[in-house]
């Protein structure tokens, strides 16, 4: 830009003087001089002009560049995604007692340096139980450490390290948040993927207002490996192995599409251990939630769950309706908190039918009522602490729920 003004400037100056070096008159000559001044003034004029576009332009150019270093700066900043849920509901049970339930979750994720996928979340959850003329009305709120976690990718292999949520199956022996866990998810192909997992199997409520003395919970090391493989998308089988010190556990899955919007599913699950260890306690004479309440039968314990259903609420105004068989051993799990079930599958085994109907009220809420009709599945052959069996009783359950998510 400044060789361009410069000869601009020259050639108007030259052509300028061109008049007087060729007029040799006096009068011509003062004529000439006036035309000069004004031709001179002109280029004065121009070349501050010109001195002022060159000015914007640069001022345009910095403007420009710092914007994009603005934009640049913003996109490789991390960014919070914020999700969770809400859970509320009204449990009715055989013992005639009414629970109401409510559970909220929370989980941030961003991701570090384009490279480290870090997750950190919480569990909020409140039980209020109402008289039934046994006991007296109680309330339990509790606070959990839901996630906590590093994982990054490496190639076809993602691995995650901390706090975390393992599900294997359908989720018969686990599906469980708040797992001590260094995992790997393999994809071997398209449609086969292996799934792997060492660590500690869950940790204790970061508030737990429920006014037990109760010791810190004994945590096992849990270890599995799990293949898949996908024939559809909805279509799909696999097996697993795993330990839950000291119980051992073999189990195979599947799902497939019927016909129409039908639909089955089910699992099968069993524990090899035969030696099982009694209940422990504290010095003060507390459980420590390690062992088994029931003791005499040494042999192998197994369960399964057969599912049956029809269409997926999933968009506002779709439903679903799932019958479920499940018949599970008494002692298939030393504690029962880690299944799917879990507000069902306690260590007296289970046995009988549930119906689940779900309705999405839009498309991230929806309202489900379960209701579930079994019994107790005892061993004769185990005893409690008092040295008597476990009589077969009902075990009956009704919970409405609604759900959200965000």
């Not at 409510?102 to 409140?126: C, M, P, Q, R, W």
Request: charge should be positive; aromatic fraction near 12%; glycine fraction near 8%.
């Amino acid at each position: 830009m400044k060789n361009q003004k410069k000869a601009i400037v020259l050639g108007l100056t030259a052509a300028m003087l061109m008049p007087v070096c060729f007029n040799g008159g006096t009068a011509e000559a003062a004529a000439a001089d006036t035309d000069v001044a004004a031709m001179q003034a002109e280029i004065n004029d121009l070349t501050a002009r010109l001195t002022d576009l060159e000015n914007s332009l640069a001022a345009a150019k910095e403007k420009q560049e710092a914007a994009k270093s603005e934009k640049k700066a913003k996109k490789e900043a991390p960014t919070i995604k914020w999700s969770g849920s809400t859970k509320s509901g009204y449990m009715y049970d055989e013992k005639k007692t009414g629970k109401i339930k409510a559970e909220a979750k929370i989980l941030a994720t961003t991701v570090v340096d384009k490279t480290y996928d870090v997750g950190l979340g919480l569990k909020f959850k409140s039980t209020s139980s109402e008289p039934n003329g046994k006991k007296y009305s109680s309330e339990k709120n509790k606070i959990k450490l839901e996630q906590a976690y590093v994982g990054r990718s490496f190639g076809p292999v993602y691995v995650k390290a901390g706090v975390q949520t393992v599900s294997l199956g359908e989720g018969l022996w686990l599906s469980k948040s708040s797992v001590n866990q260094f995992t790997a998810n393999y994809k071997m192909t398209p449609r086969d993927a292996l799934y792997l997992g060492y660590g500690r199997d869950s940790q204790d409520y970061l508030v737990n207002d429920t006014n037990d003395d109760n010791p810190p919970t004994r945590t096992r090391l849990l270890k599995f490996a799990q293949y898949q493989h996908d024939f559809s998308k909805d279509a799909y089988a696999g097996l697993y192995f795993g330990t839950q010190q000291p119980e051992r556990y073999f189990g195979v899955y599947g799902s497939t599409p019927v016909v129409g919007k039908f639909g089955v599913s089910a699992e099968y699950v069993r524990n090899t251990n035969k030696d099982k260890p009694a209940l422990a306690k504290s010095a003060d004479g507390a459980e420590i939630s390690y062992g088994y309440k029931y003791l005499g039968a040494h042999k192998d314990t197994q369960g399964y769950v057969i599912s049956l259903n029809y269409g997926k609420a999933k968009k506002k105004g779709t439903w679903d309706i799932i019958g479920q068989y499940l018949n599970v051993d008494q002692n298939l799990f030393m504690d029962d908190g880690y299944t799917g079930w879990n507000d069902y599958i306690n260590a007296d085994g289970f046995k009988g039918f549930g119906l689940i109907m779900d309705y999405a009220t839009s498309d991230h809420s929806k309202l489900s009522l379960l209701r579930y009709w079994a019994h107790t599945n005892p061993d004769g052959d185990n005893l409690n602490d008092k040295r008597a069996p476990l009589e077969k009783s009902p075990h009956y359950s009704t919970y409405l729920k609604f759900t959200t998510k965000f």
